[in-house]
Every structure is written in C-alpha cells, then in structure tokens.
T-cell receptor
Framework: TQLLEQSPQFLSIQEGENLTVYCNSS?????LQWYRQEPGEGPVLLVT?????EVKKLKRLTFQFGDARKDSSLHITAAQPGDTGLYLC?????????????FGGGTRLMVKP | DTGVSQDPRHKITKRGQNVTFRCDPI?????LYWYRQTLGQGPEFLTY????????KSRLLSDRFSAERPKGSFSTLEIQRTEQGDSAMYLC???????????????FGPGTRLLVL
C-alpha cells in the first residue's frame, strides 16, 4: 500500500478536453510537489503547494492542496499533446524530520491530437 | 543555469559486476538525495546527504549499495555485485536547506538508467 495514491493510473484523452488527476493520502504532508516526467528523463518540477487549501495556477494547469494537507489535485484545461507524460505527486511526510520525498505511483497521461 | 547532472545516463552491465554513478547537484545546494525508480512506478527514496554527512538511509539500500559525498559537492552511488533486480532508473536530486521551517523543493537530474543482464 502506497502512502500516496494517485488516480487514475492511466488517462488517454483527445486534445482540447479537460482532466483532473488526484493524489490522496491518509497522512499529513508538510508540502506537496507535482512533477512531470518524460520517458528516460528525470522528473521536472511543476509546482510546490505548502498551505492547506492553497490553489496555484500555471497557465492551463491548476493545482490545489487539501485543507488538511492530505490530498491534492491537478486540473488541466484544454489539454494539448505537449501535456503528455507521467505526472507524479510527492511530498515530505509531516511526521518524519528529514526532507525525503514520498512519491505516488504516477498518472500516465496521453493527449491525442 | 546548470541543473543537477548525472553520469552516465545509461549503463549496461553483467550480473555480479560493480557499477558507480555520479551526481553533481546544483552548486549552492547543500542537500543531495538518491532515489530509485522501477518501470511504471514512482521514485523511491534511497539515501540523502546534508553537506558531506549521510543523514538517512532507506531499508531499500542493501549492504551492496554505498553512497558518498566526500566534499559536500558531488556524490557517488556504488552498487557491488549487481543483480538483475537492481535494474532501474537511479535519480539524484538536490535542494537547499532553509531555516524557515518550510520543507524545501528538490530538483532532479536526468537519471542513470541501469540494466543488469
């Protein structure tokens, strides 16, 4: 059982559609980070959310951190083929003093033209 | 702006051989992390350094694995007597510890993909 559960695991949509990816846990996180990873490359940071209830926007991407800091969501508006990739949420657990990240299993998104 | 770099990017080795990977963090970052990612999964934490001190090791880091960061700058990860189950992407990340009480963001390198035959 993973501490961070991401859903859905796979998502295939047409260009122009909207989508939401979820990241859920029963544990509290100090912060949550969202990364996108291309095949054969390392994860690239998209955003960090720190405060419960925080909403951050990055162009067509909207990130939300749950009030209790146990969950987060990523919403993409009008998806484009360039959004294709593996989306990972990760965070340091609140009860562990180090800063090591716990990752979700990822959501693999494919946006077809 | 130079990000985190890793070398080599790919490594193919035979079972039983030793391999060593290098990570160069972002220059002003004092924390360095190693993660392992198997196909279709999210990365898993292996170990991390603050300056030259290794502060935490995961139970995933068996006795065949050793990591060093001798001068608090670059780090090496060595795997001795490799096994097929060691095949994975090995990721390095770095961050700058803050004193503000906020957990700092980690920035990842491109990874080293290891294949053990």
């Amino acid at each position: 059982t993973q501490l961070l559960e991401q859903s859905p695991q796979f998502l295939s949509i047409q260009e122009g559609e909207n989508l939401t990816v979820y990241c859920n846990s029963s544990s509290v996180f100090s912060s949550l980070q969202w990364y996108r990873q291309e095949p054969g490359e390392g994860p690239v940071l998209l955003v960090t959310v720190v405060t419960g209830g925080e909403v951050k926007k990055l162009k067509r991407l909207t990130f939300q951190f749950g009030d209790a800091r146990k969950d987060s969501s990523l919403h993409i508006t009008a998806a484009q083929p360039g959004d294709t990739g593996l989306y990972l949420c990760a965070g340091p657990l609140d009860y562990i003093p180090g800063n090591m990240l716990t990752f979700g299993g990822g959501t693999r998104l494919m946006v077809k033209p | 702006d130079t990000g985190v770099s890793q070398d080599p990017r790919h490594k193919i080795t035979k079972r039983g051989q030793n391999v060593t990977f290098r990570c160069d963090p972002i220059s002003e970052h004092n924390r360095l992390y190693w993660y392992r990612q198997t196909l279709g999964q999210g990365p898993e934490f292996l170990t991390y350094f603050q300056n030259e001190a290794q502060l935490e090791k995961s139970r995933l880091l068996s006795d065949r694995f050793s990591a060093e960061r001798p001068k608090g700058s670059f780090s090496t990860l060595e795997i001795q007597r490799t096994e097929q189950g060691d095949s994975a992407m090995y990721l390095c990340a770095s961050s700058q510890r803050t004193t503000r009480g906020v957990r700092e963001t980690q920035y990842f390198g491109p990874g080293t993909r290891l294949l053990v035959l």
